[in-house]
Every structure is written in C-alpha cells, then in structure tokens.
C-alpha cells in the first residue's frame, strides 16, 4: 500500500535539502523516505514553490535566497563546460562534495539516473581527472594553431579551470599529439547542419513581444495558446450564412486569427490528416507600411517561422506535403531551417517564380521571382499527379494496341543509360543494353 505523507513532513525534508545541503540518499535514510519520493517533492516545489494538500507550504525567503546562491555558484563554476554529457556527469562527479547531485543534474539538464549510471563506471577521481585534462589539452590543441606552445595551452585551460601544470600538458602532448594530428577529421562526425540563433527554443509571442521557453515554460505556453479559441463559427451555404457551434472535419475552413494560434487549435482536428499545405510566410523585406510585422531581426523571424513550421509538420500526413514561399531576402537560411524540421531527406524541390513581369531601375540586381520550397512529411510515401499530355504532344502518338495509343522511343543509350539489363523479344532473341529507363 502506498504511504502518504503529510505536507509539513514533507516541507520539513525539502527544508533539509535546499537549506542544509543534505543529500538525498542521508534524508532517505534519516526519515526513512524511498529516494524517488523525496525527488517528487523536490520537484513539485520547484514548479509550484508548493505542495498539494494542506497547510503553509512556502519555504522561507532566506531558504530561497540561500537556494538562488547555490545555483547562481553551480552555474558560474559551469560556464565553460562543452555542453555534452560526458563533460557534463565529469562536472558533477567532480563537485558532488561541494554541491548537491539532484541541483547540479537539473541546472545542468541531465537526468540524476543518468548521472549515476555514469559514475558507476569511474574507478578513481584522479584517474577521471586525468582524462578531464587530456580532454581539454585535445580541444585546446585542436582549435589553435598547431604551433601553439605548452605554456599557451597550460595558461588557456588554467584560466577556466586551474586544473593542471606545463609539466603535465607537455607529457600529454608528448603521448597523443602525432594520433591528434593523424586522425584530426574522426573527431567530426558526419551530422546534418543546423542552424543556431537567439530564442530558437521558445514560443515567440510577437504581439507581447517576449520568449516562451519549451522546456521551462510549459505551463505559460499552454496558456498563451488556450488563451485564444475558435468562436463565432458561420457557416456559407447555398447563398446563406448560418451561425453554428462548431464545424467537422469535411467544411472548408477560413479562419481569421493569427495563423500561429489557428495551427495550434486545428491538432485537436487535423493531427496527421492534411495532405497539402501551402504557406505565405512574411519575407521580411525591413517594410514598416504592412498589416503584419515584416521587419524582423534574423533570430526573430526564424524563431517565429519555426513555430509555424513545427505546427504545421504534425498535421500533415504520412504522404503530404508543404509548399513554403519566399524571396530573396530569407531563402538560405529558410532553406537550412526547412531542412532540419522536415529532415533534408524530404526535401523535394525549390521552384522559381517569376514574380514581375515590369521594368525595374534598382542599383544593383533586379529582382524579378521568388521561391517555394517544397518538402514531404516522408518522401518515400509522396506521389504528385502526373501532368497531362498535351494535344501538340499526342501527335508523336501514332500506334495503338488493345492497350491504348503508344509512341515508338529510343531506350537504348550505350553513353548516358544507367542501368544494364537483358531483354527477351518476341522473335526469343536476347538483347543487352545499357537502358534509360528501370523497366
């Protein structure tokens, strides 16, 4: 039977944690409380500042303040760190004495289960210390100039960390500096390229002009969408408009609102059920005199281009697909950030518009198109119709069987065909070709 605490137990063994710096595993066994229980209620006070039931569940404002120094060292100390968790687990195994383990894993964003498989595997302190070290003397070595000195690097490293000597760094260098210099390109493996702005992980309100973490800020998010919902519905049919409660899946829909709420409300509906979607986006030519905001920094409008985008790929089916048009102004960079939400793989095309037809006296280039950028849910699975054949076209047609009409082609290519292949005729006669075509 699960056991239930009381609130004030409760905020007396969080009271421990955050002003004491008890660890988890000694309040587990001072109060007798499973381990996962205790990190619950950490937890829940750090969403709410609270605990469900009843009573004062507020903890101290110097229990607070204490709490804020804590995290304000942890992340000083850690501000030089490369971001992966290797270098991540390596920080937290070397300060565990200093700060508490669930603090530094959840400042860091790492799971504490995940820290503690890792540190299953350190045999000593100073033999992971020594890696530390390797590991910094490599990255210091490798993104400098290869006639860097030993004093350099010692003094490059020092400056963050204060960890070793010019005696220590001349022996590493010594032992791996020909397998660094040998094997320089293994170090970078093959990954697709993403682009990396300001606010990329957020929700980007543009009307209240603030940032909206996904990560940190869920609850706001939820809310900045439930603020706004669909209502008065009318319907257009036969010459009549009609209000109504609601629409189904089968009306045609016109909906007047910001598109980043609409895309949001239309999941509950469409999720995975939209088989095209053509997108308009603002070009962000720095124009003031518009209805809608087209003079965006860079980081701005890909962050705002971004939730529209991640919207819009949940409701496309398996075999759909998306037409974004642009100019110019943001195509590269659209282009990549397409990429990396559809996946470059289902990168279909990117057709050119001729936009204008009229005579332009700009001072450097005219611009006379624009682009759509083409992409599939998964291109696999995606078939566009087929054009149809045109009357000019239907004249080299001049043979017919049971079948239909048909035209007499060249297949066989001996310079330019790619595939190699035997062909059985009628007359049982053997013909092998390079072939224009797969069958």
């Known amino acids: 039977m699960k056991k239930h605490y009381q609130k004030e137990f409760k905020i007396e063994v969080v009271s421990k944690y955050f002003e004491e710096n008890i660890s988890v595993k000694d309040l587990s066994a001072t109060y007798n409380v499973p381990i996962p229980s205790i990190y619950n209620w950490i937890a829940s006070y750090k969403r709410s500042r609270n605990f469900i039931g009843s ?67 350190v045999t000593t302190t100073q033999e992971m210390q020594y890696k530390r070290i390797v590991r910094l003397v490599k990255e210091t070595y490798l993104e400098n100039d290869p006639k860097i000195t030993i004093e350099a690097i010692t003094n490059i490293i020092n400056a963050d960390y204060d960890i070793t000597s010019t005696a220590t760094v001349a022996r590493i260098l010594k032992k791996y500096k020909s397998e660094w210099n040998s094997s320089f390109s293994q170090f970078h493996s093959d990954e697709d390229v993403n682009l990396v702005f300001h606010n990329k992980d957020t929700i980007f309100d543009i009307s209240n002009n603030r940032y909206l973490n996904e990560k940190f800020a869920k609850k706001e998010i939820k809310q900045f969408f439930e603020d706004v919902a669909f209502t008065n519905f009318k319907r257009h049919q036969d010459n009549k408009i009609e209000d109504v409660s609601d629409f189904d899946i089968d009306d045609n829909l016109l909906i007047n609102a910001d598109n980043l709420h609409a895309l949001y409300h ?21 124009r ?45 960079y659209l282009k990549v950030l397409c990429d990396e939400i559809f996946g470059h793989e289902n990168f279909i095309n990117q057709i050119v518009w001729q936009s204008t037809f009229a005579q332009q006296n700009r001072s450097h280039i005219a611009t006379k198109k624009n682009y759509i950028l083409v992409y599939a849910k998964i291109k696999s699975k995606l078939q566009f119709n087929q054009p149809l054949i045109s009357k000019e076209n239907l004249t080299a047609y001049k043979y017919s069987d049971e079948k239909g009409i048909f035209k007499v082609a060249k297949l066989v290519n001996n310079r330019n065909g790619y595939y190699n292949f035997d062909i059985s005729t009628p007359n049982n006669q053997i013909v092998h070709h390079q072939f224009d075509i797969t069958k």
């Open 55 to 121: 009573g004062n569940g507020q903890l101290s404002t110097e229990t607070q303040l204490k709490k804020l120094d804590l995290e304000k060292s942890i992340l000083q100390e850690a501000l030089f760190i490369d971001k992966n968790k290797s270098n991540l687990f390596e920080f937290i195994y070397l300060n565990k004495k200093k700060y508490p383990v669930s603090t530094m894993c959840e400042l860091l964003n790492v799971s504490v289960s995940g820290y503690y498989k890792y540190a299953k595997g």
């Open 266 to 286: 239309l999941r509950e509906k469409f999720k995975r059920k939209i088989k095209l979607i053509y997108i308009d986006v603002p070009y962000n030519t720095r």
């Open 288 to 332: 003031y005199n518009l209805s809608y905001s087209d003079s965006l920094s860079r980081s701005d409008y890909l962050t705002f281009i971004k939730n529209r985008l991640d919207l819009a790929k949940d409701l496309l089916k398996a075999n759909g697909s998306i037409f974004i048009h642009c100019d110019d102004a943001e195509n590269a």
